[in-house]
């Protein structure tokens, strides 16, 4: 166990050097892994790079384990979570894929919890985007699930640690939630509070 740690841990690492060889290791170890642990280990190394591989694998995984939910919520993890340049519209492209539920939870959490933690330049786009995919979905949860929603707004409550132009943007999103006509009582708690810190 703790040899197959270290070689996850080993290629994880060399995946982020973006290098052809990292790229053919992962893809090896995916193709010829017979335990989950090392399938997931270089599904993840892959999903940070740019390569035809890393495509294949997705869809290969997905066609494998698309009857298997809480298996499909890590293939939504993974993808969310990428150190990819486009993890953006990756993130966009998984919200309107036919797994994704408004209405599960675990799905909604698989995306969201991975996108604003595991990647920073990610959710912290200088452009602000990553902030409107999430207050977007704040108030698209909101209407269905208020604690869920709220949860999910707690992930853009934080905006006082971060330098004064992203403050200022995930502020700007935090008042258009709290704007929202028919706003849960949940929603509103979390952000109003939010708001009402000086930073």
Request: one cysteine or more.
């Given at each position: 166990?703790?040899?197959?740690?270290?070689?996850?841990a080993?290629?994880?690492?060399?995946?982020?050097?973006?290098?052809?060889?990292?790229?053919?290791?992962?893809?090896?170890?995916?193709?010829s892994?017979?335990?989950?642990?090392?399938?997931?280990?270089?599904?993840?190394?892959?999903?940070?790079?740019?390569?035809?591989?890393?495509?294949?694998?997705?869809?290969?995984?997905?066609?494998?384990w698309?009857?298997?939910?809480?298996?499909?919520?890590?293939?939504?993890?993974?993808?969310?979570?990428?150190?990819h340049?486009?993890?953006?519209q990756?993130?966009?492209?998984?919200?309107?894929?036919?797994?994704?539920?408004?209405?599960?939870?675990?799905?909604?959490?698989?995306?969201?919890?991975?996108f604003?933690?595991?990647?920073?330049?990610?959710?912290?786009?200088?452009?602000?985007?990553?902030?409107?995919?999430?207050?977007d979905?704040?108030?698209?949860?909101?209407?269905?699930?208020?604690?869920?929603?709220?949860?999910i707004?707690?992930?853009?409550?934080?905006?006082?640690?971060?330098?004064?132009?992203?403050?200022?943007?995930?502020?700007?999103?935090?008042?258009?939630?709290?704007?929202?006509a028919g706003?849960?009582?949940?929603?509103?708690?979390?952000?109003?509070?939010?708001?009402?810190?000086?930073?």
């Amino acid at each position: 166990m703790g040899r197959r740690s270290l070689k996850n841990a080993c290629l994880g690492l060399l995946c982020q050097l973006q290098g052809k060889e990292s790229e053919t290791l992962a893809f090896e170890q995916y193709q010829s892994s017979t335990n989950m642990t090392d399938t997931i280990a270089a599904l993840g190394a892959l999903s940070h790079l740019e390569c035809a591989e890393r495509e294949q694998s997705l869809e290969r995984f997905y066609k494998a384990w698309k009857h298997d939910a809480l298996v499909i919520d890590k293939w939504f993890a993974i993808q969310a979570a990428a150190h990819h340049p486009q993890v953006l519209q990756h993130v966009k492209t998984l919200l309107k894929h036919p797994d994704f539920d408004i209405l599960n939870p675990n799905r909604v959490f698989s995306i969201f919890r991975n996108f604003t933690h595991a990647y920073p330049l990610g959710f912290h786009h200088k452009s602000g985007e990553g902030y409107r995919i999430v207050a977007d979905y704040i108030l698209k949860i909101d209407a269905k699930n208020a604690q869920v929603a709220a949860r999910i707004a707690r992930l853009l409550s934080r905006f006082k640690q971060f330098e004064p132009a992203r403050q200022a943007l995930m502020r700007q999103e935090l008042e258009r939630v709290a704007a929202q006509a028919g706003l849960s009582r949940d929603v509103f708690e979390v952000v109003s509070n939010s708001l009402a810190v000086r930073t």
